[in-house]
């Protein structure tokens, strides 16, 4: 038993509570932090770091500043790169406040950033995902395009870059609109209910 275990939190991370940022010098390390901070405990979010603290990366992992000792150890026992942590988030913004959507009928296209994903609606096929030109793209196409949205992996499992992310929002908009648990439900795309 730990003498001083962690609280779980029930309101969302810096409600209450003033908040720093690790730095990064790799959008890849900023999304590991993101992880291995999530699956240590840590409430923790992805944000956009104020353009004087940017150095090669647009993201940073936001958390209470009082949790940044134990979560740069956790960090650290990783291996994930850390470049500093700056105990103020004064000029930092969401990584994509904006997530648009159009119905076309037939299809429903899905919007994060600069990253775009269409889905057949009655069966949930991903027929495209464009926008971005980070090296990570092509391969995301390749492993998203044909498949349904309720059978592949989240794109951010599967890519390493800011575009990546961008089209992890778009995949979760996706499935949040279609209602993946019905579609599975009813035997979308393979079967009948």
């Known amino acids: 038993m730990a003498l001083f275990a962690r609280k779980d939190r029930k309101t969302a991370p810096g409600a209450?509570?003033?908040?720093?940022?690790?730095?990064?010098?790799?959008?890849?390390?900023?999304?590991s932090a993101e992880r291995v901070l999530k699956a240590a405990g840590y409430e923790v979010f992805l944000v956009a770091p104020p353009a004087h603290l940017?150095?090669?990366?647009?993201?940073s992992v936001a958390l209470p500043r009082v949790e940044h000792i134990g979560a740069e150890r956790e960090l650290i026992d990783a291996g994930v790169p850390l470049r500093e942590w700056v105990a103020d988030t004064e000029g930092t913004a969401e990584v994509c406040d904006l997530v648009t959507s159009v119905d076309f009928?037939?299809?429903?296209?899905?919007?994060?950033?600069?990253?775009?994903?269409?889905?057949?609606?009655?069966?949930?096929?991903?027929?495209?995902?464009?926008?971005?030109?980070?090296?990570?793209?092509?391969?995301?196409n390749l492993a998203l395009v044909g498949k349904r949205v309720d059978e592949v992996p989240r794109p951010k499992?599967?890519?390493?870059?800011?575009c990546g992310l961008?089209?992890?929002?778009?995949?979760?908009?996706?499935?949040?609109q279609l209602d993946v648990r019905e579609m599975t439900a009813v035997g979308v795309g393979g079967g009948t209910a």
């Open 157 to 162: 499992d599967l890519g390493y870059t800011l």
């Open 105 to 140: 009928g037939q299809w429903l296209m899905v919007r994060a950033g600069n990253m775009k994903i269409v889905v057949e609606k009655e069966t949930g096929l991903i027929v495209n995902t464009s926008g971005g030109g980070c090296p990570d793209i092509p391969y995301l």
């Open 54 to 59: 940017r150095a090669g990366c647009d993201l």
């Open 16 to 31: 209450d509570e003033a908040l720093g940022l690790f730095l990064f010098d790799a959008v890849n390390d900023a999304m």
């Open 166 to 176: 961008m089209l992890d929002r778009a995949y979760q908009e996706v499935r949040a």
